[in-house]
């Protein structure tokens, strides 16, 4: 994502664990962990894999060393990378609401009681936080049986359900769950009906939409 192609959960968690991910996405994945307990185990594991790796490496000397510590001294603040914690807002780090962890309410900022939806289509609601650290960011909000028109992507999107589940064609996505797709994926998410569907996206290039006019038409009517 934004610099490496992410294509599977298994390559999200070890761009996580290496620390190449972008702001956004490192979120989503500590998120992700947070509600999925079982995950932190693989997570564990990578970071062990690359731990035993570090180790069995030779040491190596630092190329201008003083040259570098200079750079990372007289560096301005907005050139340092941003962390999850640069986000957070004076609001105690008390539980959050249902289906809130704790990073994503500290990068958003309130609970999900609060999310200031807008209306994008009949049905979907989405709040757009625009881009961050080369990432669109957003958060939606689907009615239960509501159909996102089908699309495939230029690039990345992954998508972590908060509350609810929706299906794709690909899978089933519950609470805690992880959706990826590329431009290998033409998909047409679709809320289940026993309430509605809130999740938080992350995007590195626009959508495209696929699928016939009058299936697309009916998508946008809801």
């Not at 957003?138 to 699309?151: K, T, Y």
């Not at 794709?168 to 679709?190: K, L, T």
């Amino acid at each position: 994502m934004v610099r490496e192609h992410i294509d599977t959960i298994d390559s999200l968690m070890a761009r996580y664990v290496a620390g190449t991910l972008p702001l956004p996405a490192q979120v989503l994945v500590q998120s992700h962990l947070e509600l999925r307990e079982g995950a932190r185990t693989f997570v564990s594991d990578l970071e062990a894999m690359a731990g035993d790796t570090l180790e069995s490496l030779a040491p190596a000397p630092i190329a201008a060393r003083d040259d570098l510590l200079d750079r990372i001294f007289q560096s301005k603040p907005d050139s340092i990378r941003l962390t999850p914690m640069d986000f957070a807002t004076d609001m105690p780090r008390t539980a959050p609401s249902e289906g809130m962890p704790l990073a994503l309410r500290d990068f958003v900022g309130f609970d999900i009681a609060d999310v200031p939806w807008r209306t994008k289509m009949p049905g979907f609601k989405e709040y757009d936080m625009g881009e961050i650290d080369g990432c669109h960011v957003s958060m939606f909000w689907l009615r239960p049986g509501r159909a996102v028109p089908a699309h495939t992507h230029h690039g990345c999107e992954i998508s972590l359900v908060l509350k609810g589940a929706f299906s794709d064609g690909m899978g089933r996505y519950g609470p805690g769950d992880i959706s990826v797709a590329d431009d290998d994926i033409d998909h047409r998410p679709v809320a289940e009906s026993h309430g509605p569907c809130i999740g938080f996206a992350v995007t590195d290039a626009p959508l495209r939409l696929t699928g016939s006019f009058r299936q697309l038409i009916g998508d946008l009517i809801g």
